[in-house]
């Protein structure tokens, strides 16, 4: 199973980018990247994901390595709604099935 | 729509009880998840489903029995509760194995 690396914690300034590194070196082909985050202790929320072509979506922007061993998640303007755990994780084929492997994930804080 | 839901929010046990947390989704959605989240670490799969009538082990499923009787309720029982499974409880659904998922609000429990 691929295995992913990020950062333990990151602060950024309100208004500023918010750029999240996630290593992911041993991913295969038809693996896709996911991103989570969790704010507080509520349930974690979806943000984006993909396979091997930057994403965008009204969040945040999703950009990986063409060799895909490596992605960083932007947060264009964070605001101090942002702060949270965010995870990067690998998207795991058994079969038909799937699972989502979450590691200790980054813990932003966003800075008045 | 409800969305995921969870229940108890809150639950204590003593050390060799047996209980069931329910959850319930009313999107239709055919994938379901368990996962449990100790203090300050990432989320790990217990249990998981692809549909009614199918079910499959997670990281640590050990302690832990799950069912999947109808498309809409995924309960996760356990047998005889032990200090080592006290932690927060989040049920996730998803329409397909490469969409989003939905959590829950989680069940925080506590055996002594």
């Known amino acids: 199973d691929a295995k992913t690396t990020q950062p333990t914690s990151m602060d950024c300034a309100e208004g500023r980018a918010a750029n999240l590194p996630c290593n992911h070196s041993?991913?295969?082909?038809?693996?896709?990247v996911y991103w989570y985050r969790q704010i507080h202790s509520q349930g974690p929320q979806y943000i984006i994901h993909?396979?091997?072509n930057n994403e965008t979506n009204e969040m945040a922007s999703l950009i990986i390595t063409e060799d895909r061993k490596s992605s960083t998640l932007i947060l264009p303007h964070a605001t101090l709604r942002d702060t949270a755990v965010y995870y990067c994780?690998?998207?795991?084929?058994?079969?038909?099935?799937?699972?989502?492997?979450f590691g200790s994930g980054t813990r932003l804080l966003v800075r008045p | 729509n409800a969305g995921v839901t969870q229940t108890p929010k809150f639950q204590v046990l003593k050390t060799g009880q047996s209980m069931t947390l329910q959850c319930a989704q009313d999107?239709?959605?055919?994938?379901m998840s368990w996962y449990r989240q100790d203090p300050g670490m990432g989320l790990r799969l217990i249990h998981y489903?692809?549909?009614?009538?199918?079910?499959d082990q997670g990281e640590v499923p050990n302690g832990y029995n799950v069912s999947r009787s109808t498309t809409e309720d995924f309960p996760l029982r356990l047998l005889s509760a032990a200090p080592s499974q006290t932690s927060v409880y989040f049920c996730?659904?998803?329409?397909?194995?490469?969409?989003?998922?939905?959590f829950g609000p989680g069940t925080r429990l506590t055996v002594l």
């Open positions: 996730a659904s998803s329409v397909g194995q490469y969409n989003e998922q939905f």
């Open positions: 041993t991913i295969s082909g038809n693996e896709y």
């Open positions: 993909g396979l091997k």
């Open positions: 994780i690998v998207r795991v084929a058994k079969d038909s099935s799937y699972k989502l492997i």
């Open positions: 999107m239709n959605h055919e994938y």
């Open positions: 489903s692809v549909g009614a009538g199918i079910t």
